[in-house]
């Protein structure tokens, strides 16, 4: 296809975080890179583009899934949440406050994908081990934490009924 | 790391789809997206449109049919990995799928994507031809049935043509043989550095299907010994026929086998 | 006021960090997040020849892509960074030479990175192949070439011998010969690296966002490449998501982004994707050292002779060229812990058609702490003795402080013996050694790593650069609440919390009334940044001093309203009140107000507001932190891989400031010490081709790789305010020799002695296949 069709862009229409988002996007488009800059929602981090790294993970009708690894137009029709969406207006939710309060955060950049997927996982299974903890976790690189007390958080945060 | 322009097409349809595929020269099928966007966004694919199957009914469905297990190409690895009826009739096809990529790459990717990508070392392929699967691909003409057998040619090489959609999948239910799956990788949730699926029948007979150490899945038929030695040296000499890597993969293949071999007996091969 | 005199609240306690809400809510703001109307984003082309001389760039094709604004080469965009003393300037395009994959040569300016990187790959650059120099040894001789044709590869060379070291070499009865190795590996910070830069139309300066480590650092620098004046420039480090050193380090594309943004007169933004970043990032490590150790019957080392050969790839990153950095630490810091009255060392340091070196987290403490904890263990295994008696032996003892090394090193008093008999007690040594030889009969084999490290610290001269104090800004603001400013630049380190701690402390106010600012060259003082495990100590020091003066205003104006004697005055939880008689009091809330709005009640000789800049250099050119790491692993001798199976840190870091934060920093060095012994490594093809350019080749240590690790504090004070010592970087220095150690004892039945990291799973695989077949 010739250069100028391809910058065609198609109209989508996108439920983000219970919003509706009408827009105009090329199909080429990362629905990572729609989230941060056509929809302001940067808390979802891009660390790798290949679906390794986890910084992305979105829930995607409720599953944890990499934006980096979906295209934007794809996300047509399903409900999208990001860490903005697991926010209370005041505060934070009881997983970002056992986050808060084991310091599983360093930098900072691996913790929305982290939450979500975590957040996730809770709901699948609200009293995990640490084992089922580590496993769900394993398809997000954190490089500041060593991951020990992002484990202590969720299991923490599971005993408290989050 | 970012794709190349390219046109999007949502059919609603099998038959939709693969008219699409057919009337667009250089589209491709996308499904999970889990190989296919990793390559595009590194633009070592560079399809002029995409032809997204997700939202195409009845495509991930799992159903015993007669005495087959069938289950649609759209169905996602977590739900092979947890699906009942896979559990019950193929518990190594779900054990399988579980050790497919996390958790994430596995509620996306699926079972038709990862057949028609053909990674060597991809787990689901082998599971496949260990167990006599027959592969349904769709396209503008009809309908063919290939046994997975046959679908694999090499090094991400299948016998689909490019306007085909692999629909479906069909296994025999299995009948009082025994099957285990081993898999060494460096890290939980990476590609296998070697694989195996043994199979082991009431009468002695058996079959090994080793991944990650040639250009595809690779079966061989044995009588496995008794004999943990004489075993050893069956892996041994199967393995050195491999076109592995390197001799270390050949040395897995062997490790992987045995391994495979004391699961499909229900011992804890570690 | 001397510091015991205060009791400190917050310093010392577990205080969660008051940046995380912001992180944890989604709201933090990193570099790819600024965006402003109108802003072009860029790509790069680099280079995809070790070693070629561009023979022609033809942009004519990329210019016609739709979105591409503009596409500029060296041609247009002639600035060198100098890097002074080795005669070698890097162009930030490559001028008409490329000596790295993965070197800048031009760059494209879009509506968007898509249609950058579209215009990237149209534009054709014609190479003419050199012979690449990727050997080390070759390196040395000038072969195949030289990297820059103008100077030798060999750019740095020392010696050091001390008297009487050739002596002591010869009439020890025991000699061993080793050769170590790392190779390279590098931070894979989860934020790549990036910046932004644009014009202020108003006043003409140029504001620049860049995901950095130290903020003056990148200002200094801009300003002297670009020759713009330092007032003319605002460097800005948003939300940094890690570092590790590689962060540290001014490179190319920032000259190239800030140029364009002066240019075109727009925004311009650069975001480095990760395969970029494993191409044009600081590469770590990569370094051999031949060492010869002579020892007594007993065990006791008494002389070195360490010959190190440093490969530093392609150009010196200016103040710091990694190789020299690595070498000379880890020949600096080669004694460790232990009594080694000779030393001989030579270090040679050689351009290669790689990736430059630069600092990743540890930099030669690492290999270092390798050779000092393999040679150990290899000398246990000669003289058939428990290697935990031979460091017992060696050890530098509590009455041996201050202790001056072999290579000139005075240590301050740390706790080497405790903390290696506190680690061996809480993974049970004894109880290990039972189980160990167990297992071994059902074909298991465990095995027990230790490493006594010691990790200099808040160093004058460190990666980030030769800035030996820091300064603190620290206002009192009208209504009682505090905000300070630092020129540190944390990357995830919580200095806003620590800082913030340090300061509520000397002020009686709480932690959350204090507000740190850092990362603006507008607002900070002058800095050198984070690196070097400077910021604690020096970063601490400088508040506590700023801390004190603003202290000591407000306690004279307290002295002064309550019609008290300044000696008299206590502030605590927000009062300002005589001692003993807390119902005199008066809250800071009112000092504060009083300080700037009703000014006539002031003493006469003090001046309204409370504001005070302070800086602090500590008193030692360093200060030594120390600990010891213990690790159990189990080997699998079919399949090569490794899992650590226990892990304990013995750490003393002097006077901790938060336990909370010093425990993550652990137990993250750890997790890259696992990486950096099992699973990361940059690979190059024998084209000079790096084969590891995504996170499925460069393999990085996930939850499940790492065990829950053990912590335990040792507290001995360093001599600096407050007591502090750094700590960020010695459980990366001291994890993978633990680690190493460990498999090389759980495959001691095979005669094997780890020298080279990372170790892979193949390697074990033949040293296993190799011994069965010698046996
Ligand atoms: C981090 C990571 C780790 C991974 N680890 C593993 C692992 O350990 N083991 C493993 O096996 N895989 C792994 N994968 C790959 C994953 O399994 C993919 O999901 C799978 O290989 C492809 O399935 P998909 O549905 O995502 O296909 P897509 O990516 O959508 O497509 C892949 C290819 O198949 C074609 N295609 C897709 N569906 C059909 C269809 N129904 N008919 C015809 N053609 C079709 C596409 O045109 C494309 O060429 C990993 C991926 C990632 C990102
Ligand atoms: S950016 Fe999506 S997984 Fe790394
Ligand atoms: S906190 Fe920095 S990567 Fe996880």
């Known amino acids: 296809m010739s250069q100028a069709e391809a910058r065609q862009t198609q109209r989508v229409v996108l439920q983000v975080n219970g919003q509706r988002h009408e827009l105009d996007v090329e199909p080429r488009w990362l629905l990572a890179d729609v989230l941060r800059h056509q929809l302001g929602l940067t808390a979802t981090h891009v660390g790798c ?7 992305c993970t979105v829930l995607v009708d409720g599953k944890p899934e990499r934006s980096c690894l979906m295209l934007a137009v794809q996300a047509e029709g399903c409900e999208v949440t990001t860490v903005e969406g697991l926010t209370p207006a005041a505060g934070l939710s009881p997983l970002q406050a056992a986050f808060q309060q084991h310091h599983a955060l360093q930098c900072g950049f691996c913790t929305p994908g982290i939450l979500v997927t975590m957040e996730a996982l809770l709901r699948e299974n609200p009293h995990p081990d640490e084992a089922t903890v580590r496993e769900a976790l394993s398809g997000n690189v954190c490089r500041c934490t060593g991951y020990q007390f992002i484990v202590d958080a969720v299991l923490a945060a599971a005993k408290e009924g989050r | 790391m970012k794709p190349v322009a390219f046109a999007y097409y949502r059919p609603q349809s099998l038959a939709e789809a693969v008219r699409m595929l057919r009337e667009h020269p250089g589209s491709k099928p996308i499904a999970g997206g889990q190989s296919l966007i990793p390559l595009l966004n590194f633009r070592m694919a560079r399809p002029e449109a995409l032809v997204d199957l997700n939202r195409i009914p009845g495509l991930d469905e799992v159903e015993v049919r007669g005495q087959r ?6 169905v996602r690895h977590q739900q092979l990995h947890e699906h009942p009826l896979v559990r019950q009739h193929w518990p190594v096809l779900a054990q399988a799928a579980g050790e497919v990529g996390h958790w994430a790459i596995r509620n996306r990717g699926t079972l038709g994507g990862s057949l028609a990508h053909a990674d060597p070392a991809a787990e689901l392929p082998a599971v496949m031809v260990a167990a006599d699967a027959v592969f349904e691909l769709v396209s503008a003409d009809g309908v063919r049935q290939v046994p997975a057998r046959e679908f694999f040619y090499g090094y991400l090489m299948t016998a689909l043509q490019p306007d085909e959609v692999l629909a479906a999948v069909e296994l025999p239910l299995a009948s009082g043989t025994s099957w285990g799956f081993a898999e060494v990788a460096r890290r939980p949730g990476d590609f296998a550095l070697a694989g195996a699926i043994c199979e082991c029948r009431p009468d002695g007979t058996g079959a090994v299907t080793w991944f990650a150490v040639g250009g595809g899945p690779e079966r061989h038929e044995l009588v496995v010994a008794a004999d943990a030695n004489e075993r050893a040296a069956q892996w041994q000499d199967l393995a050195a026929t491999l076109d592995a890597q390197d001799d270390y993969r050949r040395h897995l293949a062997a490790v992987v086998a045995e391994t495979a071999y004391l699961r499909s007996l229900g011992r804890d091969g570690q | 006021m001397a510091v015991d005199m205060l009791k400190p609240q917050f310093t010392g306690a577990r205080v969660t960090r008051l940046e995380d809400a912001r992180l944890l809510r989604g709201q933090a703001r990193y570099l790819d997040d600024i965006h402003l109307p109108g802003m072009l984003e860029v790509a790069f082309v680099r280079s995809t020849r070790a070693a070629a001389r561009i023979t022609g760039i033809d942009v004519q094709e990329a210019l016609r892509t739709p979105g591409v604004v503009a596409v500029l080469t060296h041609a247009d965009l002639p600035w060198e960074i100098r890097n002074d003393g080795f005669g070698v300037t890097q162009p930030v395009l490559a001028r008409d030479e490329v000596r790295f994959v993965g070197e800048p040569v031009a760059v494209v300016v879009a509506d968007s990175r898509y249609a950058a990187e579209d215009g990237v790959e149209r534009v054709k650059v014609s190479y003419d192949p050199l012979p690449p120099v990727l050997d080390m040894e070759q390196a040395l001789a000038d072969a195949p070439r030289r990297v820059h044709s103008q100077r030798a590869n060999v750019f740095f060379h020392s010696e050091h011998t001390t008297e009487g070291f050739a002596e002591a070499f010869a009439q020890a009865p025991h000699h061993l010969q080793l050769t170590f190795r790392v190779h390279r590996q590098t931070g894979v910070s989860m934020e790549t690296r990036g910046c932004a830069a644009m014009p202020d139309p108003a006043s003409g300066r140029l504001t620049v966002y860049v995901s950095h480590q130290s903020p003056h650092g990148v200002r200094a620098q801009l300003a002297r490449v670009l020759g713009i004046p330092e007032n003319e420039l605002r460097v800005i480090v948003p939300e940094v998501g890690g570092g590790f050193g590689i962060k540290a380090m001014f490179y190319p594309e920032y000259v190239v982004v800030t140029a364009l943004a002066r240019k075109l007169g727009k925004p311009v933004k650069w975001v480095s994707d990760r395969t970029e970043c494993l191409l044009s990032d600081a590469h770590g490590r990569d370094s051999v050292h031949e060492v010869a150790v002579a020892f007594t019957e007993e065990g006791r080392i008494v002389a070195v002779r360490d010959r190190v050969l440093g490969d530093n790839g392609a150009y010196p990153f200016p103040g710091f060229p990694g190789a020299v950095g690595e070498s000379n630490w880890a020949t600096n810091m080669l004694p460790g812990p232990y009594k080694i009255p000779h030393i001989s ?6 351009f290669s058609n790689k990736t430059p070196l630069g600092p990743y987290r540890g930099v030669g403490g690492p290999i270092g702490a390798q050779v000092q904890e393999g040679m150990v263990e290899a000398v246990a295994r000669h003289l058939g003795k428990d290697a935990m008696e031979v460091r017992r032996v060696n050890l530098i003892q509590p009455e041996d402080f201050p202790y001056r090394t072999a290579t000139g090193n005075v240590y301050d008093p740390g706790s080497y013996s405790e903390s290696l ?8 040594y004894e109880g290990f050694r039972r189980r160990q030889a167990q297992l071994r009969k ?15 610290s808040a160093m004058a001269h460190s990666e980030a650069g030769s800035t030996p104090y820091e300064a603190a800004f620290i206002r009192m603001e009208p209504n009682g609440t505090v905000t300070a400013a630092l020129g540190l630049g944390p990357t995830g380190q919580g200095h806003e919390t620590t800082m913030a701690q340090i300061i509520a402390d000397r002020l009686g106010v709480d932690v959350k009334d204090v507000v740190v600012l850092h990362g603006d060259t507008d607002s900070a003082p002058f800095g050198g940044g984070t690196g070097g495990s400077r910021s604690g100590t020096i970063g601490g020091g400088a508040a506590i001093r700023a801390g004190e003066q603003l202290r000591a205003k407000l306690v004279k104006l307290a002295a002064h309203l309550l019609e008290a004697a300044e000696e008299d005055i206590e502030l605590a939880d927000g009062q300002a009140f005589v001692a003993g008689v807390p119902a005199r009091g008066i809250p800071v809330r009112e000092l504060a107000r009083i300080a700037y709005t009703d000014v006539n009640r002031l003493p006469a000789d003090m001046p309204p507001g409370l504001e005070v800049v302070a800086r602090y250099q500590p008193p030692a050119p360093a200060t030594y932190s120390n600990g010891t790491h213990a690790a159990i692993v189990e080997v699998d001798i079919r399949t090569g891989l490794v899992r650590v199976l226990d ?34 490594e940059l690979r190059y093809d024998e084209h000079g081709q790096l084969l590891t350019t995504s996170l499925m080749d460069y393999l990085l240590p996930a939850a499940t790789d790492v065990p829950r690790m053990r912590v335990q504090h040792l507290e001995t004070p360093s001599p600096s305010l407050g007591g502090f010592k750094g700590m960020g970087e010695g459980s990366l220095i001291a994890a993978p020799a633990a680690l190493a150690n460990a498999v090389s004892d759980a495959l001691a039945p095979f005669g094997v002695l780890v020298t080279e990291l990372p170790i892979r799973p193949e390697q074990i695989v033949a040293w296993v296949q190799a011994a069965g077949q010698g046996a």
Do not use: K, M, W
Request: hydrophobic content about 45%.
């Open chain 1, 49 to 55: 583009e290949q679906g390794v790294c986890g910084a």
């Open chain 2, 69 to 74: 297990l069938r289950i649609g190409g759209l």
């Open chain 3, 345 to 350: 060392l030579t270090v040679d340091c050689v």
């Open chain 3, 421 to 428: 008999e506190a680690a061996l007690r809480l993974l049970d």
């Open chain 3, 442 to 456: 059902q074909g298991r084999y465990l095995g027990f790593g230790v490493c006594v490290f010691v990790e200099p």
């Open chain 3, 647 to 680: 892990y304990a840190a013995v750490n003393d870091c002097g006077r901790l400031i938060n336990p909370l934060i010093v425990e993550g920093q652990i137990h993250g060095g750890v997790a890259q010490g696992i990486g950096s012994a099992f699973l990361e």
